[in-house]
């Protein structure tokens, strides 16, 4: 097949997945020689789909809103999220702000 993104040509290839820096394990994949881009067949993308509903991440963002707290402003964290992150009740974490948009929240050393 053609590269979508850069129109290079395609081989087969096994690609190394990993979602939310999990590894999932190696799929056959179509791998650009130019960019390097791979692409799934609809088989191996619903297997992928299926690994990461059974490991919880499938739909992990979620909507939450802010509320105020005293002096300060509070964001729910759903429970998916606190779970997966591992998160406690007094824990520590480090807000670092990516853009006027993005907020990343390190949770851990
Ligand atoms: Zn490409």
Avoid: W
């Avoid at 979602?19 to 999932?24: A, G, N, Q, S």
């Avoid at 190696?26 to 791979?38: H, Q």
């Avoid at 490991?55 to 105020?68: D, P, Q, R």
């Amino acid at each position: 097949m053609k590269c979508v993104l850069c129109g290079g040509k395609t081989i087969p290839k096994m690609i190394e997945y990993k979602e939310l820096e999990i590894p999932f394990g190696r799929f056959k994949a179509e791998s650009c020689e130019k960019c390097g881009e791979s692409y799934f067949d609809e088989n191996t993308a619903g297997e992928i789909q299926q690994k990461s509903k059974q490991l919880g991440l499938f739909g992990l963002a979620k909507k939450t809103t802010v509320a105020e707290v005293g002096n300060s402003m509070a964001i729910r964290i759903p429970k998916e999220i606190v779970s997966f992150l591992s998160l406690k009740r007094g824990m520590e974490v480090t807000l670092t702000p990516k853009s006027k948009h993005d907020l990343e929240i390190h949770a851990g050393t």
